[in-house]
């Protein structure tokens, strides 16, 4: 009898220490949440206190579309498109170690976002061809490689308290995915592994751009998108779920499908040229049927002009709407320029880089 109540009390003993050990290490990650309009991490508001201008910045989250990251092409035939000048050779884990090298100075100057995609997005900027860059078998199967290199990123990340939005999905890779039941085998995948691995300073972003008629699988589409976003909600780990959205085309305001299912608001302002219809995006976003207080995000825009006194990025702030740079390579430009374009030189060594970052140091007070 006795025998018996010290086995017990020893295995209460170690089963409340484990837990308390577990509690304790789920304190101590680096934790993202909502209140209203604001993001916080480890429960105080992004850039506490910090007004410019006289528009409350306190509760926002500037981010840049850092999409390849984990980068690679697995057809040969295009894979040599991507090879470094330096070396003549393409190398995903140099990708991934130079991005990780770079997150240090991006925080350094107020960014505490940036989005980065299982499926990538256009490695030439705009458009897809024939290169195949998914961190998912066809069945929806991880790629333990995509997955090491993702690792490194949001170890880093949690380093520096810094935010990423991991996107599912991408138009012109989501066809290498068998079909639906691939693609929510994917997901469920992806969120059990970030569970897993106990991370809790990410949010995600299912799918880049779920309106863009480039997608073949029709779980992605703008229509059933809201079944993939609730499939992550149901996700959950010791009483831990992750913040869920996805982003429309450029100057495209969200449906209310998304807008009731949402965490929080994903909207893109490329093709807006003239800063007030961003003001106006953000007051529309506010009309759509099941909108309640919450944090709306441009996450992808490729309007610059940083040093005017009214652009996309000034008028997201003043419209309180965090903002997301965009940059590509363009025609005639260099290595070092863009950062949507393979391979990418991530320091932040072009004019326009230095700009958005200088304006985003000013901006947060960093």
């Known amino acids: 009898m006795r025998l018996s109540y010290f086995i017990a009390s020893l295995f209460i003993i170690v089963y409340l220490s484990f837990n308390f050990k577990y509690a304790a290490l789920a304190q101590?990650?680096?934790?993202?949440?909502?209140?209203?309009?604001?993001?916080?991490?480890?429960?105080?508001?992004?850039?506490?206190?910090?007004?410019?201008?006289?528009?409350?910045?306190?509760?926002?989250?500037?981010?840049?579309?850092?999409?390849?990251?984990?980068?690679?092409?697995?057809?040969?035939?295009?894979?040599?498109?991507?090879?470094?000048?330096?070396?003549?050779?393409?190398?995903?884990?140099?990708?991934?170690?130079?991005?990780?090298?770079?997150?240090?100075?991006?925080?350094?100057?107020?960014?505490?976002?940036?989005?980065?995609?299982?499926?990538?997005?256009?490695?030439?900027?705009?458009?897809?061809?024939?290169?195949?860059?998914?961190?998912?078998?066809?069945?929806?199967?991880?790629?333990?490689?995509?997955?090491?290199?993702?690792?490194?990123?949001?170890?880093?990340?949690?380093?520096?308290?810094?935010?990423?939005?991991?996107?599912?999905?991408?138009?012109?890779?989501?066809?290498?995915?068998?079909?639906?039941?691939?693609v929510k085998q994917a997901t469920e995948n992806a969120i059990d592994w970030l569970l897993?691995?106990?991370?809790?300073?990410?949010?995600?972003?299912?799918?880049?751009?779920?309106?863009?008629?480039?997608?073949?699988?029709?779980?992605?589409?703008?229509d059933r998108i809201h079944e993939l976003i609730n499939l992550v909600k149901s996700k959950e780990k010791d009483g831990f779920r992750y913040l869920v959205s996805t982003s429309y085309n450029g100057n495209s305001i969200p449906r209310p499908n998304v807008v009731q299912s949402a965490d929080f608001i994903l909207i893109h302002g490329n093709g807006v040229h003239e800063p007030e219809r961003i003001a106006e995006m953000v007051a529309q976003t506010k009309q759509v049927e099941g909108f309640r207080p919450m944090p709306i995000v441009f996450n992808e825009d490729d309007h610059f002009d940083f040093d005017a006194d009214t652009n996309n990025l000034v008028t997201a702030v003043r419209s309180?709407?965090?903002?997301?740079?965009?940059?590509?390579?363009?025609?005639?430009?260099?290595?070092e320029d863009g950062y949507q374009s393979v391979p990418v030189d991530w320091s932040i060594n072009s004019e326009r880089k230095r700009a958005f970052f200088s304006k985003i140091k000013e901006i947060t007070g960093y």
Not at 95 to 119: C, K, P, R, Y
Not at 196 to 222: F, Q, S, T
């Open 196 to 222: 897993d691995k106990g991370y809790r300073n990410v949010l995600i972003e299912v799918a880049n751009e779920c309106d863009n008629r480039g997608y073949d699988r029709d779980i992605i589409k703008a």
């Open 28 to 182: 101590d990650r680096t934790t993202v949440t909502i209140e209203g309009e604001q993001f916080l991490i480890d429960g105080e508001p992004t850039y506490p206190g910090r007004t410019w201008e006289g528009n409350k910045i306190e509760g926002l989250l500037f981010n840049s579309r850092m999409v390849q990251g984990v980068f690679d092409d697995l057809n040969p035939e295009t894979a040599v498109r991507w090879k470094y000048p330096d070396t003549g050779e393409w190398d995903a884990d140099r990708n991934t170690d130079e991005f990780v090298a770079a997150m240090d100075d991006w925080h350094d100057h107020g960014l505490l976002s940036f989005t980065i995609n299982l499926q990538g997005g256009s490695p030439m900027g705009y458009g897809n061809k024939n290169w195949y860059n998914s961190a998912y078998e066809e069945d929806g199967t991880l790629r333990p490689a995509y997955f090491d290199r993702l690792t490194r990123i949001l170890d880093k990340a949690e380093e520096l308290k810094m935010v990423p939005m991991i996107g599912l999905f991408y138009f012109g890779q989501d066809q290498n995915l068998r079909d639906d039941e691939a």
């Open 320 to 335: 309180y709407a965090s903002w997301g740079y965009f940059d590509f390579r363009m025609d005639g430009e260099g290595f």
